[in-house]
């Protein structure tokens, strides 16, 4: 089959459905990376750039286009100060050493310096006192909720390490795969309402610091070509339990896409369709571990209502759980009633692994 950009040779194909030569791959990915950042936001000469990198695939791909990037002589330039973040921490000793090892040698290739934060530096600086050290690692009995903490504080760790080295931009490597599968995951654990900002290209939860993913219109299979041709070198991630719902949702995106190539685009081009609308949201209505809005007594029954009286009705207690619904008690009376692990500055998600990590029945 031929290249579908130069008519030579095709060495791979996407989809099972166009081909490319080695050239014109790598071309076409570089375009549409820099083109997914064009498109969406407006990048200035002064901006300074936090790179996470976790020595996977996606993260180590990210880096190679984003330095091949910064170094060209043309108008494509891409005019950024990258900064490059490594969180240790959160793997077994040998696997830190060897993403550790790998990225530092990366940074030596590309003449530059990687800093490296440990996840237990992390300071909680809300209202919920939290532990990581010691409740993150006893969450064992529950990797669903595990990741989902994990993978917040990490969030929260890029946008205080960005503050201090004065970054306004936050450079993470979703690709639409990885994107696709979240977007579900969030749908499942009850963080819908959270897609605009998980999902999207641009988080903007935070008013100082925008967090960007230039790769969510890359695929996974893409990212293998390019590592094959680029000679790059990653270090397999196993860090999702098989025993999580993100693994589960994994498996099945990966499944569909197999027989229906068309499923991770479609389910992100829907993803780009949800929002909510803008309000002006006071810093006591944010969740204090994800940042997101608490809007949860705006309306006259909310869905974790609902879900809170039907746990009360199926305890027995129902004589109180009648009067709650006919407003005899206050709001903040009914919602501790009705949901006791609900934590009031913590949105629906977020009070669920709270409760798991004070060992609390949820």
């Given at each position: 089959?031929?290249?579908?950009?130069?008519?030579?040779?095709?060495?791979?194909?996407?989809?099972k459905?166009?081909?490319?030569?080695d050239?014109?791959?790598l071309?076409?990915?570089n375009?549409?990376f820099r083109?997914?950042?064009?498109?969406n936001?407006k990048?200035?000469?002064?901006?300074?750039?936090?790179l996470?990198?976790?020595?996977?695939?996606?993260?180590?791909?990210?880096l190679?286009l984003?330095?091949?990037?910064v170094?060209?002589?043309?108008?494509?330039?891409?005019r950024?100060t990258p900064?490059?973040?490594h969180?240790?921490?959160?793997?077994?000793?040998?696997?830190n050493?060897?993403?550790?090892?790998?990225l530092?040698d990366?940074?030596?290739?590309?003449?530059?310096?990687?800093?490296?934060?440990?996840?237990?530096?992390?300071k909680?600086k809300n209202?919920?006192?939290?532990?990581?050290?010691?409740?993150?690692?006893?969450?064992?009995?529950?990797p669903?909720?595990?990741?989902?903490?994990e993978a917040k504080?990490k969030?929260?760790?890029?946008?205080?390490v960005?503050k201090?080295?004065?970054?306004?931009?936050i450079?993470?490597?979703?690709?639409n795969?990885?994107?696709?599968?979240?977007?579900?995951?969030?749908?499942v654990?009850?963080?819908?309402?959270?897609?605009?900002?998980?999902?999207?290209?641009c988080?903007?939860?935070?008013c100082n610091?925008?967090?960007l993913?230039?790769?969510?219109?890359?695929?996974?299979?893409?990212?293998?070509?390019?590592?094959?041709?680029?000679?790059?070198?990653?270090?397999?991630?196993?860090?999702i339990?098989?025993?999580?719902?993100?693994?589960?949702?994994?498996?099945?995106?990966?499944?569909?896409?197999?027989?229906?190539p068309?499923?991770?685009?479609?389910?992100?081009?829907?993803?780009?369709?949800l929002?909510?609308?803008?309000?002006?949201?006071?810093?006591?209505?944010?969740?204090?571990?994800?940042?997101?809005?608490?809007?949860?007594?705006?309306s006259k029954?909310?869905?974790?209502?609902?879900?809170?009286?039907?746990k009360?009705?199926?305890?027995?207690?129902?004589s109180?759980?009648?009067?709650?619904?006919?407003?005899?008690?206050?709001?903040?009376?009914?919602?501790?009633f009705?949901?006791?692990?609900?934590?009031?500055?913590?949105?629906?998600?977020?009070?669920?692994?709270y409760?798991?990590?004070?060992?609390?029945?949820?």
């Amino acid at each position: 089959m031929k290249c579908k950009k130069c008519d030579s040779i095709g060495t791979l194909a996407i989809r099972k459905e166009y081909f490319f030569c080695d050239d014109c791959f790598l071309s076409y990915v570089n375009h549409k990376f820099r083109a997914c950042i064009g498109k969406n936001t407006k990048i200035k000469p002064k901006d300074k750039a936090l790179l996470c990198l976790s020595g996977g695939s996606s993260s180590i791909v990210l880096l190679d286009l984003v330095m091949n990037s910064v170094s060209l002589e043309t108008h494509k330039k891409l005019r950024i100060t990258p900064v490059l973040l490594h969180i240790t921490g959160l793997k077994n000793d040998s696997l830190n050493q060897r993403n550790s090892q790998l990225l530092h040698d990366l940074s030596k290739k590309y003449n530059t310096v990687i800093n490296e934060v440990n996840i237990n530096d992390y300071k909680w600086k809300n209202t919920v006192d939290l532990n990581f050290c010691t409740k993150f690692l006893g969450l064992t009995h529950n990797p669903t909720a595990k990741l989902d903490y994990e993978a917040k504080i990490k969030q929260n760790l890029y946008y205080e390490v960005a503050k201090e080295m004065e970054c306004n931009l936050i450079f993470t490597g979703e690709t639409n795969t990885t994107l696709a599968q979240n977007l579900l995951s969030n749908i499942v654990m009850g963080r819908g309402s959270q897609v605009e900002n998980d999902i999207g290209f641009c988080d903007g939860r935070n008013c100082n610091v925008k967090l960007l993913r230039p790769m969510r219109d890359l695929s996974v299979e893409e990212l293998d070509h390019y590592k094959r041709i680029k000679k790059l070198d990653s270090v397999c991630d196993t860090n999702i339990s098989v025993n999580s719902i993100q693994k589960v949702i994994s498996n099945f995106v990966d499944e569909l896409q197999t027989n229906s190539p068309a499923t991770i685009s479609t389910i992100c081009k829907t993803a780009d369709k949800l929002g909510t609308a803008a309000k002006d949201i006071k810093e006591s209505q944010i969740c204090s571990l994800c940042q997101s809005n608490l809007d949860v007594h705006n309306s006259k029954l909310t869905a974790i209502e609902a879900i809170s009286f039907s746990k009360r009705i199926s305890s027995g207690d129902i004589s109180k759980a009648i009067k709650i619904c006919s407003n005899e008690l206050d709001n903040v009376e009914s919602s501790n009633f009705l949901f006791p692990d609900y934590n009031i500055t913590l949105c629906y998600c977020c009070s669920k692994t709270y409760s798991e990590l004070n060992n609390t029945s949820v």
